[in-house]
């Protein structure tokens, strides 16, 4: 059985920094492009970013570019999300996910992140 | 990276088909076959029902089903059930390896 398991979250003061931990199990880590994908309190899900396989190519969305950082360890099975300059509106549950072809395939429960002064 | 666009709700009774609507533009949902929809149940992980546009995952009851014509998808779901009652949210392959989600839709089964 495929488990994602994300860590990490907490309380974190603006313009602070925190790394999210997501780490996987029941299945081959090192052939599946990884996501984050957040969800505000009450809101919807919003896609954050993407790595390949080998961790040599990154994408992110416009509103954390620059500051969020993925990364992973396929020795270790794990993906991160480093969060630097942290702001109110970054205050969401982090759920990492498998992709399949471009389709964003299996999540993990997520990790609550939230962010105040 | 603009959101793409879902009814806040729909709603039906058991046994009836309601359909879901999301609207992109030529660069998402009518650039690719890449649209998947996935349900949502209240302080659950999204679980996706339809990928690649009209393929359903095993395991998926075949009451859910997919289309897309032009710049706008569907998500179609006859014979409801009461365990239908969820949040919708469509997402879409953009270009360039970034991803959109739709706004969400809440569906209640009457």
């Known amino acids: 059985e495929v488990q994602l398991v994300e860590s990490g979250g907490g309380l974190v003061q603006t313009g602070g920094s925190l790394r999210l931990s997501c780490e996987a199990s029941g299945l081959t880590f090192r052939d599946y492009w990884m996501h984050w994908v957040r969800q505000a309190p009450g809101k919807g899900l919003v896609w954050v970013s993407r790595?390949?396989?080998?961790?040599?190519?990154?994408s992110y969305a416009d509103s954390v570019k620059g500051r969020f950082t993925i990364s992973r360890d396929n020795a270790k099975n794990t993906l991160y999300l480093q969060m630097n300059s942290l702001r109110a509106e970054d205050t969401a549950v982090y759920f990492c996910a498998t992709d399949s072809k471009y389709t964003i395939l299996l999540w993990g429960q997520g990790t609550l992140v939230t962010v105040s002064s | 990276q603009s959101a793409l666009t879902q009814p806040r709700s729909v709603s039906g009774s058991p046994g009836q088909s309601v359909t879901i609507s999301c609207t992109g533009t030529t660069s998402d949902v009518g650039g690719y076959n890449y649209v998947s929809w996935y349900q949502q149940h209240p302080g659950k992980a999204p679980k996706v029902m339809i990928y690649?546009?009209?393929k359903r995952p095993s395991g998926v009851p075949d009451r859910f089903s997919g289309s897309k014509s032009g710049n706008t998808a569907s998500l179609t779901i006859s014979g409801l059930q009461a365990e239908d009652e969820a949040d919708y949210y469509c997402?879409?392959?953009?270009?360039?390896?970034?991803?959109?989600f739709g706004g969400g839709t809440k569906l209640t089964v009457l």
């Open positions: 690649d546009v009209i």
């Open positions: 997402c879409s392959y953009e270009g360039s390896y970034t991803w959109v």
């Open positions: 790595i390949n396989s080998d961790g040599s190519s990154t």
